[in-house]
């Protein structure tokens, strides 16, 4: 009997993620009867929990087929990537996600040359874990949160998170990094801190610690390069961290990049991924300025639809 129960909530969680009302299942009543999107516009500025971060709904992921400090923007043409930057910005997206594994620190800094650095957005993570960096030294917290500043050009860094959390009890394995950028953020040097999670034990953990300002959530509906294969699961706890203030942002929304060419499954998951509301923002590893603007059009379509 019990398996019954659980087979027939599957079957009401596809259907209702492929009409963007999956949130209805996990009774959240946060935005009850009405959208919480002001518009369809995907530029519209949304907040980042009680973080005090306020940004574009849309922002760009720099981490495509990344790791070493290396990334797709790294390996192409300096101007290719340029242009793509140039364009993001241009067409009013301000949310750029950077980290020390992506390597893009630099051609990010280059291109802000021509933007406005207090429209934009930048978040990095800081990598504390083996492999993922050249180096095997992990310096402190506020000696990497330096060298970020001085790669980006800029004062002060909107949100550094820790990367890629997997244990269950990271907030206490991390402690003392988690202090320093307490500190940190205290003295205006970061204005928000948080961590991106790769485990939904370590997701778990976040929704738990007051700590995490803003966290960064692999999300979609066909449960890939995601924490569990049942979105459901994640769904849960995503509710969870919307509902302890915490800022949400969603990636790997069309499952690090497989769904890339399939364009009914793109829009189902923008459609259930908004549908949710718990969503704070998403970003998109952008490869080309044409997808910038399919992406804009496909995301303005979904909120529509939404918003009815």
Known sequence: MEDRKMNMHRRNFV????????????????YAGQSRYASSN????????????????????TGVHAGNRTA???????NKSLDLLYHTYH???????????????GIVAEAMKKMDREQITLSSKIWVRGGGIPEPERPDADIVVDRFRKELNTDYIDLVQIHCMVEENW??????????????????????????????EAMEDA?????????????????????????????????????????????????????????????????????????D??????????????????TTNALKELRG
């Not at 067409?91 to 620190?105: N, P, Q, V």
């Open 42 to 61: 995907p530029l519209q500025k949304v907040k980042l929990g009680k973080s005090g971060l306020e940004t574009t709904l849309l922002g760009i992921g």
């Open 171 to 200: 907030t206490e394995t991390q402690k003392k990094q988690m202090d320093i950028l307490e500190n940190l953020k205290a003295k205006g040097i970061i204005k928000a801190h948080g961590v991106s999670v790769h485990s939904l």
């Open 207 to 279: 929704a738990n610690s007051p700590w995490v300002d803003v966290i960064h959530v692999r999300i979609n509906p066909y449960g890939i390069a995601m924490d569990k294969p049942e979105p459901e699961q994640v769904v849960k706890v995503i509710n969870k961290l919307h509902s302890a203030g915490k800022g949400v942002i969603g990636m790997k929304l069309v499952g690090n990049g497989k769904l890339r060419d399939q364009s009914d499954k793109i829009d189902h998951a923008l459609r259930f991924v908004l549908g949710l509301e718990t969503v």
């Open 72 to 78: 797709f923007l790294t390996r192409q043409d300096k």
């Open 281 to 298: 923002m998403m970003i998109i590893g952008f490869e080309e300025n044409k997808q910038i603007d399919n992406y804009l059009a496909r």
């Open 91 to 105: 067409k009013g997206i301000r949310f750029f996600d950077c980290a020390d594994s992506y390597g893009t620190h």
């Open 15 to 30: 259907r209702a993620l492929s009409l963007g009302t999956a949130h209805l299942l996990f009774s959240n009543t946060l």
